[in-house]
């Protein structure tokens, strides 16, 4: 039995096991463990089907090899060529797709992703970076027809954001937008520079899988709560009344904030979601990190000091330092069009993870 064909047949004994497990009542009854069965059942499903295929092509294959050898005559000769050539035609692409099917999976690409952007370094361009970076991710989501809600906003002197703070409500959003975490460089002359020169400023984006009660536990004595009013537009009830949240989980320092709705229970609401997305994706990190001494991804680092991508205005060029790719289609870029870049930061990561898994 080939390697591949050993791998599949463990998973499908994986996959029957799973599908007895989940319609046990005891396990029915754990909910911590039944969404986590039934998670893994769907995704050796697709793989199971596969591995039929598969095991179907091997078998015929191996048949009409030995045809080819047992038989005389000329004509059953022939069409067991015939059929060889066919199967080892097809074989080389079925056997490409499993090896991309069987690369280990992130478990946390298929959440929702809670997105913040930051302004860095570049004072009022960067705040005006920052809102162009989110009109950007937002025509993406529309494109994609995800939907959207500001949890948290904080407006800059003169235009754009010092930071802002998004929920994005989609199914494996986090799987898409996780390759966007880190420093975006933008290269362009700002509106109040009279002698036309280019600055060079940056922000930050940070992509974080949106964590359930499931995946994290939050104990509610560990944090500190504090009510304020909002600063900023929002009108004279926000900026009147303390509908504003700010919760501090004592033991790590980890802050979160809430101002934009009217309501201090949905601020509350919305303020939780972040802290337990924010100690979720802390206790990825120390989990990728020791992973990463035994392989580094370039792609996916976690590293948000990392310079990423830079935005060259008047080149009218998008460079990503991590894929060395470069792209001239700023504008429409700008507009939403980045799902290409995606693909291909995603290709990288599955060469990577491929290379990983033959060494």
Request: net charge negative; charged share 35%.
């Given at each position: 039995?080939?390697?591949?064909?050993?791998?599949?047949?463990?998973?499908?004994?994986?996959?029957?096991?799973?599908?007895?497990?989940?319609?046990?009542?005891?396990?029915?009854?754990?909910?911590?463990?039944?969404?986590?069965?039934?998670?893994?059942?769907?995704?050796?499903?697709?793989?199971?089907?596969?591995?039929?295929?598969?095991?179907?092509?091997?078998?015929?294959?191996?048949?009409?090899?030995?045809?080819?050898?047992?038989?005389?005559?000329?004509?059953?000769?022939?069409?067991?060529?015939?059929?060889?050539?066919?199967?080892?035609?097809?074989?080389?692409?079925?056997?490409?797709?499993?090896?991309?099917?069987?690369?280990?999976?992130?478990?946390?690409?298929?959440?929702?992703?809670?997105?913040?952007?930051?302004?860095?370094?570049?004072?009022?361009?960067?705040?005006?970076?920052?809102?162009?970076?989110?009109?950007?991710?937002?025509?993406?989501?529309?494109?994609k027809g995800w939907s959207y809600e500001i949890i948290n906003s904080n407006e800059g002197t003169t235009k754009g954001y010092r930071e802002i703070c998004l929920n994005i409500d989609a199914p494996a959003a986090?799987?898409?937008?996780?390759?966007?975490?880190?420093?975006?460089?933008?290269?362009?002359?700002?509106?109040?520079?009279?002698?036309?020169?280019?600055?060079?400023?940056?922000?930050?984006?940070?992509?974080?899988?949106?964590?359930?009660?499931?995946?994290?536990?939050?104990?509610?004595?560990?944090?500190?709560?504090?009510?304020?009013?909002?600063?900023?537009?929002?009108?004279?009830?926000?900026?009147?009344?303390?509908?504003?949240?700010?919760?501090?989980?004592?033991?790590?320092?980890?802050?979160?904030?809430?101002?934009?709705?009217?309501?201090?229970?949905?601020?509350?609401?919305?303020?939780?979601?972040?802290?337990?997305?924010?100690?979720?994706?802390?206790?990825?990190?120390?989990?990728?990190?020791?992973?990463?001494?035994?392989?580094?991804?370039?792609?996916?680092?976690?590293?948000?000091?990392?310079?990423?991508?830079?935005?060259?205005?008047?080149?009218?060029?998008?460079?990503?330092?991590?894929?060395?790719?470069?792209?001239?289609?700023?504008?429409?870029?700008?507009?939403?069009?980045?799902?290409?870049?995606?693909?291909?930061?995603?290709?990288?990561?599955?060469?990577?993870?491929?290379?990983?898994?033959?060494?």
């Open positions: 039995m080939n390697d591949l064909l050993q791998k599949l047949n463990a998973i499908n004994i994986r996959f029957n096991e799973v599908s007895t497990l989940i319609v046990d009542p005891d396990i029915i009854a754990d909910m911590k463990r039944y969404v986590k069965l039934n998670k893994e059942y769907k995704e050796l499903e697709d793989l199971v089907s596969v591995y039929k295929e598969y095991k179907n092509l091997i078998e015929n294959l191996s048949s009409s090899k030995s045809l080819l050898k047992e038989e005389s005559d000329p004509e059953m000769r022939e069409m067991a060529k015939i059929e060889i050539d066919n199967l080892e035609n097809i074989r080389p692409e079925m056997e490409e797709k499993i090896r991309l099917m069987l690369i280990p999976k992130d478990p946390e690409d298929e959440k929702s992703a809670i997105m913040e952007l930051r302004a860095g370094t570049g004072g009022d361009e960067a705040c005006i970076f920052v809102e162009d970076c989110f009109r950007m991710y937002t025509m993406f989501f529309k494109e986090y799987g898409v937008l996780k390759f966007e975490s880190g420093v975006h460089r933008v290269q362009r002359v700002p509106e109040t520079e009279s002698q036309g020169r280019v600055h060079t400023s940056a922000i930050t984006v940070a992509v974080l899988p949106e964590a359930e009660e499931i995946d994290f536990e939050l104990n509610m004595s560990d944090i500190r709560r504090d009510t304020y009013r909002a600063s900023g537009a929002g009108g004279q009830h926000v900026n009147k009344t303390e509908s504003a949240i700010r919760l501090t989980h004592i033991p790590t320092g980890i802050v979160s904030e809430c101002q934009d709705g009217r309501s201090q229970h949905k601020n509350f609401e919305k303020a939780i979601s972040i802290l337990r997305s924010r100690l979720y994706q802390a206790e990825l990190e120390k989990i990728q990190t020791e992973r990463s001494e035994h392989r580094k991804s370039l792609v996916s680092t976690g590293d948000r000091s990392a310079k990423i991508r830079t935005y060259n205005y008047p080149q009218g060029r998008i460079t990503d330092h991590r894929i060395n790719k470069t792209m001239y289609n700023l504008n429409t870029f700008m507009n939403g069009d980045i799902q290409e870049m995606i693909d291909s930061l995603k290709m990288a990561e599955n060469a990577e993870k491929l290379k990983g898994e033959e060494v």
